[in-house]
């Protein structure tokens, strides 16, 4: 880069000091911060974004980040759809509909994978205790409840929603007449299992921590590895549009979420504090959210790519159970050249 200094600027003509001055003026115009409009789900699954965003990697890179909380991706997709969102970390489900409806959104880094567990109430987990299939169990619920069990997850279309009801139907094979699926934010959905509104739950991290702890009597009846193995779950998506209007913005962003990934495998006792800030809304001990960063529900991934196998058989359920009209073409809503480009780096 050449240098101007002033006494240079003032020893030119007047047509050429203008000129010098323009071109600092441009220059200066390029170093401003590029604003990104990030909306995240409350989860550790994401928790990549806490620690870029937290640790001032961001803001190093000129990029200035404006974080929004969703109550559920579906909810998100929706911000998405307006325009007034850039970057999404949340789950891929929503997505998958997202493209599905004209929506133009890529799929650039994972984030998290067999993040989803089913939990259940104190009646559902002395049932299933006893012995016998889950179904059996399930079942046993219902007829003392005189009603069926009601499962409480997030909306239709997100990832809890479609692994609970993959699960239901597909390995634990429950009789759908003895069970309810109610649809709920991710919040209400750990506080309707608390109060007993539920006898079960699928729920992520950090309320699988957070709800043990509250009540033992609530046991995890399946993780999520047991559900389907390389459970796709939470990844970083961007718009298409701003992909073309800021790509170097674009791959800092991806960039910097491999290196936050590769943070959060090494060193989740720094990383806790960056999550329980965004997170705990100082509710929560910095101790309770490094237990969910270590446990079953929060495995760390980055590759998009790693995900892809396990994504089309779950947009294929999603087909199979209405979510989406007809099956898309992956390779369109996954674009691996940041996260190779990052990592060759």
């Given at each position: ?34 604003e ?33 909380q ?8 929706q ?8 970057a ?5 489900g ?9 929506i ?25 205790a ?16 005189g ?34 699926v ?21 729920i ?26 390389n ?22 962003l ?19 504090p ?13 101790e309770?959210?490094?237990?969910a ?5 929060s495995?760390f ?7 892809v ?7 294929d ?13 992956l ?15």
């Open positions: 880069m050449v240098a101007i200094d002033r006494r240079s600027v003032l020893g030119l003509g007047a047509g050429a000091a203008a000129l010098a001055l323009s071109g600092l003026g441009r220059r200066a115009s390029a170093a401003e911060p590029v990104v409009r990030v909306g995240f789900i409350p989860v550790t699954g994401v928790a990549q974004l806490f620690v870029l965003d937290g640790l001032g990697w961001a803001k190093e890179q000129g990029l200035n980040l404006k974080l929004t969703f109550a559920s991706g579906p909810n998100l997709i911000a998405v759809a307006s325009g007034g969102i850039d999404y970390f949340a789950g891929v929503p997505l998958i509909v997202a493209r599905q409806k004209g133009g959104v890529k799929v650039v880094a994972a984030t998290a994978v067999e993040e989803v567990a089913v939990l259940g109430g104190k009646k559902v987990a002395e049932a299933v006893k012995g016998g299939t889950l179904a059996e169990a399930f079942a046993a619920v219902a007829k003392d409840l009603r069926p069990v009601k499962i409480a997850t997030q909306p239709k279309g997100s990832v809890p929603q479609t692994v609970l009801l993959y699960w239901i139907r597909k390995v634990a094979k429950i009789d759908e007449a003895t069970v309810e109610v649809p709920l934010g991710i919040e209400e959905t750990q506080q309707a299992l608390l109060a007993g509104g539920v006898e079960a739950a699928t992520r991290e950090p309320a699988i921590t957070v709800t043990i702890e509250k009540n033992p009597e609530i046991k995890i009846l399946v993780a999520g590895g047991q559900i389907l193995p459970q796709p779950g939470s990844v970083f998506g961007l718009t298409e549009a701003f992909i073309e209007k800021q790509p170097a913005a674009a791959q800092a991806v960039d910097l979420t491999v290196r936050a990934t590769e943070f959060l495998q090494k060193d989740p006792k720094a990383a806790a960056l999550v329980n800030a965004v997170l705990g809304k100082g509710l929560l001990s910095v309770t959210i490094e237990k960063l270590v446990s079953p529900g495995k991934v980055a590759d998009p790519e790693s995900i196998e396990s994504t089309k058989i779950f947009q359920f999603q087909l199979e159970i209405g979510a989406i009209e007809k099956a898309g073409d390779s369109q809503l996954f674009d691996a050249s940041f996260y190779k480009k990052a990592v060759a780096k």
